[in-house]
Every structure is written in structure tokens, then in C-alpha cells.
């Protein structure tokens, strides 16, 4: 199957600070990529809709101007965390597919701890 | 997207089939039920997808009821590697998003 890549893997970073994340399509051309949030026993959460040179599309109650996604090529979208507090630690996780496609690839997740 | 119901968690004996149950009596004449699994500290994992006849893959098959209102996954040698959260979800078209319930807990008993 398609293969999606998450950079990095874990990141502790100090509160008020900014952390990026990478989602990477590896041998595929993502038109579609989507940012999931999942806490600690708990299912996973639709952030935001990424289309590939588009806007994302946020779901509501996501902060749009804190969780910062930038879709600029076919094979990469980034999740950029902004001043980041201890609430926002979670397990971030990308997914990514194609117009046409019913599978979606998942990456292997971000841990982000905020100290 | 509809919504859907399935048990909390089940246990299953290694390497005898495991039928995971989901319902969602309000799916549409369009949507389609896809299944994906996770596995502790990893990203979901697709298993399976269908729209109205059962499907066969390598890794399951799903038995879709007439009515569409409920399906089955089907595992037909549970392994130890299988143990993992198992996700119904409804979605119409290809290339949208997923509405990730509560799952189901899969435990594989040695």
C-alpha cells in the first residue's frame, strides 16, 4: 500500500513556542490531506481538510489561526502548532489520499508534548 | 455521515475467526462503509471498504446485511498482531473525510 511519512515522530517543546509538522506522501500524489487529533484513550479527531493549493478547511472549535496547515505540493502538507500551551500535547496524526480513491494512508503520528 | 455503533471491545482466541459487528441503520443509498484498524501508538491502518456486495482482501472480509444497516468484519485467523481498535466508519464519496467513533477493542487471547 501507499506510504505516508510524519516528522517528527515525537516533539517536546516549551510552552509559547511554535512546532512544525511534516506529512509526507511517499510514492504517491496526495490531493487530499486531512490533520487528526487524538488524546489519550480516544478516538481520533478531524482537525482540518487540506487540499493541494488550497486553503485547508478547518472543523469547528479548531483554531485556524493556531493550527497553521500549508498544503504546497502534491506530496507534502505541514501542521504548524503556534504558541503552543500544555493542552495542545496530543497525538497528531495526517492522513492522505487521492481524488478518486477510498482508501485513506495514514502516517505513523506526531507525539507533541508542551512543557 | 451516518453514525455508527459497535461494542466496546471483544476477545477472540488466536487463530479462530473474529466477526466484529457495526451498525448504522441511518447509512444512505450512497455512502460507503470502510473499516480501519489502529494499533497502539500507531496511525489507523486501512482494512477494507464496500458499498453494497460483500468484499474479499488479503487482510479481512465484509459482509454487508441486505438492508445495509449493519456489517461485519471478518477476520478468518485471528493473530496476536490483529489486537487493535477496529473503526467502522460511513462516508459517502472517495476522497473525504472520516468520522472516527469509539471503535471496537480487539483483543487476541494466545
Known amino acids: 500500500g501507499a506510504v505516508v511519512s510524519q516528522h517528527p515522530s515525537w516533539v517536546i517543546c516549551k510552552s509559547g513556542t511554535s512546532v512544525k509538522i511534516e506529512c509526507r506522501s511517499l510514492d504517491f500524489q496526495a490531493t487530499t490531506m486531512f490533520w487528526y487529533r487524538q488524546f489519550p484513550k480516544q478516538s481520533l479527531m478531524l482537525m482540518a481538510t487540506?487540499?493541494?493549493?488550497?486553503?485547508?478547511?478547518?472543523e469547528q472549535g479548531v483554531e485556524k489561526d493556531k493550527f497553521l496547515i500549508n498544503h504546497a505540493s502534491l506530496t507534502l502538507s505541514t501542521l504548524t502548532v503556534t504558541s503552543a500551551h500544555p493542552e495542545d500535547s496530543s497525538f497528531y496524526i495526517c492522513?492522505?489520499?487521492?481524488?478518486?480513491?477510498?482508501?485513506?494512508?495514514f502516517g505513523p503520528g506526531t507525539r507533541l508534548t508542551v512543557t | 455521515d451516518a453514525k455508527t455503533t459497535q461494542p466496546n471491545s471483544m476477545e477472540s482466541n488466536e487463530e479462530e475467526p473474529v466477526h466484529l459487528p457495526c451498525n448504522h441503520s441511518?447509512?444512505?443509498?450512497?455512502?460507503?462503509i470502510h473499516w480501519y484498524r489502529q494499533l497502539p501508538s500507531q496511525g489507523p491502518e486501512y482494512v477494507i471498504h464496500?458499498?453494497?456486495s460483500n468484499v474479499n482482501n488479503r487482510m479481512a472480509s465484509l459482509a454487508i446485511a441486505e438492508d445495509r444497516k449493519s456489517s461485519t468484519l471478518i477476520l478468518h485467523r485471528a493473530t496476536l498482531r490483529d489486537a487493535a481498535v477496529y473503526y467502522c466508519i460511513i462516508s459517502s464519496g472517495s476522497a473525504r473525510q472520516l468520522t472516527f467513533g469509539s471503535g471496537t477493542q480487539l483483543t487476541v487471547l494466545p
Open positions: 441511518t447509512i444512505s443509498g450512497t455512502d460507503y
Open positions: 464496500g458499498l453494497t
Open positions: 487540506s487540499n493541494e493549493g488550497s486553503k485547508a478547511t478547518y
Open positions: 492522513s492522505a489520499t487521492n481524488r478518486g480513491s477510498y482508501e485513506q494512508y
